[in-house]
């Protein structure tokens, strides 16, 4: 072997050492992640291997450590119950690294996992912590299962940092869960009464559950609003010719022996609200306030007197040994689902539908609004209100608290000091009373002076009360306790990912790009038939 060879071998060698050195690592090991768009590969002891391009230089850390909180606290995927597959969860850390592209997170299990966890491959998933760390979350279009290595994956991702585990659905059903409405017990959903759990409905109504008891829920639909049911609305308008009917086998006859809380998801018909606001004449940049409404359960619908006050109200005069005695003693004998309230298939709800005074939040990626409730049980409506230019003046106005001229804004201007420094003296009237009439004389011949040319000076209180009473922080007008606002835009947007399946109209663009470029759009495509005689139009 001569001397060019031995170092055009050792020139080899040095060169795929890197290489190596970047596939096999470590846990717990500083790892640099090339930023020249080329894959990084990391492959840890467990078979588990993160992967990712990048568009500049980055570290990156990687651990195992007992899972923060347990499995069966899960977002972002129907069904139950979920159970932990690894006992370890695995932490990644970067500097901070938003440069990163396609990043994904493959984590390795074993058959006997999978065998003690009673849980097939196809339904297992990287869930990641969510940033309260109260939930693990599962994203399902980022998610990729291989059965053959028995690898899951959470992919594209472009921030990497925080914590996963591999956790699992026992259930023989596999992907996403749609339950079925209905009243009877083929319908019903067990809630296991630990952890969180999600249940979405064929129309996309979705729950989310967190319990401390067991129980079974059905969520029906029923036909009609009756008009009597709105007297409690003031203004909003029912979207839908229809309610939901959510019963829960505890009737909510004593709302405390459940704790539980629950965010309702219902699903918003895109298209139908844009025929609606045409109809009212919102204008393109016009905004409609979107809200539930519900027909909460009559506690003590006869005047009774009983043991209706609820556990919360009593652990208050109790020790915590004794509450623990009494809520065992309640739940003693009706602590299986089918044995708390067998009879609560008919509930006496309230008279009219109420808002719901909680804040909403508009899931626009899946159209829905979500809002958490303390009793589930109960009817629920959407509703929508215009918001008109007066009505979005209108909390502004209150803020200033004078009572006598309304005429024009200069008025209002003047009145502001005056009721600052009225409510000046009434804090300062317990310390010396003859300085006070002194120095509110002279604040109000000083005040008024600078105000005309200037707002942004001294009465900087009454200001900020307007803007965070009115306006959210990107200055946009702020809906009332309950709702969401929407705009002709946004609804519009809404309306056209529903034609096109929720996708970007690729082949509309296609056509549309042809025709600018040619002057001609593509040409049709058929698969040989007429279609005129094929497709029946209903003239309405």
Request: proline letters at 7%; hydrophobic letters at 35%.
């Amino acid at each position: 072997m001569t001397s060019g060879t031995v170092s055009s071998l050792l020139v080899l060698f040095l060169s795929c050492t890197p290489a190596l050195a970047q596939t096999q690592a470590q846990f717990n090991q500083v790892l640099n992640v090339n930023g020249d768009m080329k894959l990084n590969s990391f492959q840890f002891p467990d078979r588990s291997k993160v992967e990712t391009f990048s568009q500049k230089q980055q570290q990156i850390i990687v651990n195992q450590q007992t899972p923060a909180i347990p499995a069966n606290q899960v977002t972002g995927s129907t069904g139950q119950p979920f159970v932990a597959i690894t006992p370890q969860s695995m932490t990644i850390s970067t500097n901070k690294a938003t440069d990163l592209v396609g990043g994904q997170v493959e984590m390795a299990m074993t058959m006997q996992n999978l065998q003690n966890a009673a849980v097939q491959p196809d339904n297992t998933y990287v869930a990641m912590l969510s940033p309260d760390r109260q939930t693990w979350m599962i994203q399902e279009t980022m998610r990729s299962v291989n059965s053959t290595d028995l690898t899951v994956r959470m992919v594209k991702r472009n921030q990497l940092d925080g914590e996963y585990m591999v956790v699992g659905r026992q259930t023989i059903e596999t992907n996403t869960l749609v339950v079925p409405f209905g009243s009877d017990g083929a319908t019903s959903v067990a809630i296991q009464g630990t952890g969180l759990q999600e249940n979405e409905f064929q129309d996309g109504f979705r729950m989310s559950t967190r319990a401390t008891q067991p129980m079974t829920m059905n969520v029906d639909v029923k036909d009609g609003v009756d008009q009597g049911m709105l007297a409690g609305l003031q203004g909003q308008q029912v979207v839908n010719d229809y309610r939901y009917s959510v019963i829960t086998n505890l009737a909510a006859v004593t709302p405390d022996l459940n704790q539980q809380v629950t965010v309702v998801q219902m699903p918003i018909n895109a298209v139908r609200i844009q025929k609606m606001m045409q109809a009212m004449g919102v204008s393109p940049t016009g905004q409609v306030a979107i809200a539930v409404a519900q027909r909460g359960v009559l506690q003590n619908p006869g005047g009774a007197t009983g043991n209706l006050g609820g556990a919360a109200t009593q652990r208050r005069g109790l020790t915590r040994g004794e509450f623990r005695k009494e809520v065992a003693r309640q739940i003693q004998a009706g602590t299986p689902t089918n044995g708390n309230n067998p009879v609560a298939t008919q509930l006496l709800l309230a008279p009219t539908f109420t808002p719901i005074q909680a804040d909403a939040v508009l899931d626009q990626t899946n159209m829905r609004i979500a809002i958490p409730v303390r009793q589930v049980d109960g009817e629920y409506i959407l509703t929508m209100q215009m918001m008109g230019g007066a009505q979005a003046a209108q909390p502004a106005q209150p803020a200033p608290e004078g009572q006598r001229p309304t005429e024009g804004q200069r008025p209002t201007e003047g009145k502001q000091p005056t009721a600052v420094q009225s409510e000046a003296p009434v804090t300062e009237s317990q310390t010396p009373t003859a300085e006070a009439p002194a120095s509110s004389s002279i604040a109000k011949g000083e005040r008024p002076t600078p105000e005309g040319p200037s707002n942004s000076t001294e009465p900087a209180k009454p200001e900020r009360r307007q803007e965070n009473s009115g306006k959210d922080k990107y200055g946009q007008t702020k809906p009332a306790q309950g709702a969401v606002i929407m705009t002709m835009k946004m609804i519009d947007d809404m309306a056209e990912a529903v034609l096109w399946g929720g996708q970007a109209p690729i082949t509309r663009m296609m056509n549309d790009y042809v025709k600018a470029q040619t002057g001609k759009g593509t040409d049709p495509i058929s698969n040989g038939t007429s279609s005129s005689s094929s497709t029946t139009k209903l003239i309405v």
